[in-house]
């Protein structure tokens, strides 16, 4: 059997319509299939590519560090240098009392840690999440999801979770002493961009800090640059109990992470002690990746780039079907009239070379959200894609 029927055959499969596109290589931001055939790949492998595929100084880190070790225990026992450099790698990019980090494999891995975390640390027991959030796909993540039609069919899922609305003043008062956190995506992915104001976000900060609530900030789509900042958080004036990361974290490697400052962490180390424990969480390979990560987003000024290529979007993706465009940098929600729209041009892009995608929870608007490292050409050959796939639509 071919690759294509072996897939089918026995891999695990999450639709009856997977993609099915086969690739046998990547570099920067195309993949290229079996026979040479080129894709730009326009949604970085959802949010992970954030320095473009197989970066020359992420794959120089990761073969530095095949030299060295691999797995050599479980998390927090041993002292690794790849690990403890991203740590303070990590921090130095946020404000200082978010000094203590908690590597795991992914971006669920962290929210399930940070959910923990602030139930330990506050004794608490209630959890406040939003209306249309993804936060993940394990038990923990899930029940803070915002979307039944995800959750109905695994229910009973986690007690003492309220959903409110994303951007909603009237509804903070939910939060009270008996809230232990309220966790949000800074920016909202899987709902379709949505970018709460900054007023918003002061007032929850204000509130979270009034009830001795932990503010968790989900940043596994929009960290990383992604936005225009290294932290989505930085537009908005406010700073998080706990951040979570993970998807463009790694250069392509897995790895996630939850951040808080030290005396919170702490609650892991007694009653019970390993409160967390994780196996393979910061295995140094992905470490190394992601520390290499961190500096090419540094060394190449890639944050620079990003308002400059998004103004590029914006003036070049017009059409009269477009009916409205959601975004914060290259984070972006283009919006038809329906699925049924939309559908149809996203097929006829990716067979015309530019692979984009929709949003689980927002099935009307085109994700578009390449890696930082997109040149002004590459986004005008996407869009003129784009745009003929939309014209040839109807």
């Not at 949604?43 to 560090?65: C, D, F, M, W, Y």
């Not at 540094?298 to 079907?321: D, G, I, S, Y």
Request: proline fraction near 4%; hydrophobic fraction near 40%.
């Amino acid at each position: 059997m071919n690759n294509r029927q072996l897939f089918l055959s026995h891999l695990a499969q999450t639709t009856d319509f997977p993609l099915m596109i086969e690739i046998e290589k990547a570099e920067g931001i195309y993949m290229y299939g079996p026979e040479g055939k080129e894709y730009m790949d326009l949604i970085s492998g959802i949010g992970v590519s954030n320095v473009g595929h197989r970066h020359p100084k992420v794959l120089e880190a990761i073969q530095n560090q095949l030299d060295k070790y691999l797995h050599l225990m479980v998390y927090g026992e041993y002292v690794q240098s790849p690990q403890v450099q991203l740590a303070k790698a990590l921090c130095e990019t946020l404000p200082s009392h978010l000094d203590n980090v908690y590597f795991v494999n992914s971006g669920s891995e962290a929210v399930e840690g940070a959910l923990k975390l602030a139930k330990r640390y506050t004794n608490r027991r209630e959890i406040i999440s939003c209306v249309n959030a993804y936060h993940g796909s394990s038990h923990g993540s899930l029940s803070v999801g915002g979307n039944e039609i995800f959750k109905r069919a695994y229910r009973p899922l986690l007690p003492g979770i309220k959903n409110v609305v994303y951007g909603s003043f009237q509804q903070l008062d939910e939060i009270t002493e008996n809230t232990a956190a309220f966790i949000v995506e800074t920016i909202q992915g899987e709902a379709g961009i949505m970018v709460a104001c900054s007023d918003y976000f002061q007032a929850l900060r204000k509130k979270c800090n009034e009830t001795g609530t932990l503010l968790i900030l989900d940043e596994i789509q929009a960290g990383f640059g992604r936005t225009g900042k290294f932290w989505a958080f930085e537009h908005f004036g406010i700073v998080p109990d706990i951040l979570v990361c993970a998807k463009g974290m790694g250069g392509g490697m897995p790895i996630g992470a939850f951040i808080a400052n030290k005396q919170v962490m702490g609650a892991f180390k007694n009653n019970p002690l390993l409160g967390h424990i994780t196996t393979f969480g910061g295995h140094p390979v992905s470490a190394a990746a992601s520390l290499a990560t961190i500096k090419v987003i540094q060394e190449e000024k890639l944050l620079e780039q990003v308002e400059r290529t998004a103004n590029l979007f914006k003036k070049l993706l017009v059409h009269p079907k477009i009916k409205s465009i959601r975004n914060k940098g290259l984070m972006r929600a283009v919006e038809f009239e329906s699925f049924e729209v939309l559908k149809p041009i996203i097929d006829r892009a990716i067979e015309n070379g530019v692979i984009t995608d929709w949003f689980l929870f927002c099935d009307d608007a085109m994700r578009i959200a390449p890696p930082l490292i997109i040149t002004e050409k590459e986004i005008e050959k996407a869009c003129g894609v784009i745009l003929e796939a939309i014209e040839g639509g109807f």
